[in-house]
Nanobody, 118 residues
Framework: QVQLVESGGGLVQPGGSLRLSCAAS????????MGWYRQAPGRQRELVAA???????NYADSVKGRFTISRDNTKNTVYLQMNSLKPDDTAVYYC????????????WGQGTQVTVSS
């Protein structure tokens, strides 16, 4: 099991940028697929981006071209760079981890609030 702690959320104006970080501990970070989810009020939690242990990435259509997921295995950290933010990006963002062959993410952070508003 891996423990996850997110940071970097906050209030930003439309068109602005934020970078979220997720620090992992407790297991072999490099072996995990990492993901960022988000949940807005009244909506289901959705996968925003994921990155495998080998560095392959995938993104939700709504964030393609604006968000970038990356990882630094030397720091046991995964990042989500968010550019050209829109009010619809407002949500609580969660970091998640799963072992490479697992079907579902099994470890979750506590979440960090991102608010996009003028």
């Amino acid at each position: 099991q891996v423990q996850l702690v997110e940071s970097g959320g906050g209030l930003v104006q439309p068109g602005g940028s934020l970078r979220l970080s997720c620090a992992a501990s407790g297991s072999i970070f490099s072996a995990y697929t990492m993901g960022w989810y988000r949940q807005a009020p009244g909506r289901q939690r959705e996968l925003v981006a994921a990155i495998t242990s080998g560095g392959s990435t995938n993104y939700a259509d709504s964030v393609k071209g604006r968000f970038t997921i990356s990882r630094d295995n030397t720091k046991n950290t995964v990042y989500l760079q968010m550019n050209s933010l829109k009010p619809d990006d407002t949500a609580v963002y969660y970091c998640a981890a799963k072992k490479a062959l697992a079907l579902a993410f099994s470890s979750w952070g506590q979440g960090t609030q991102v608010t996009v508003s003028s």
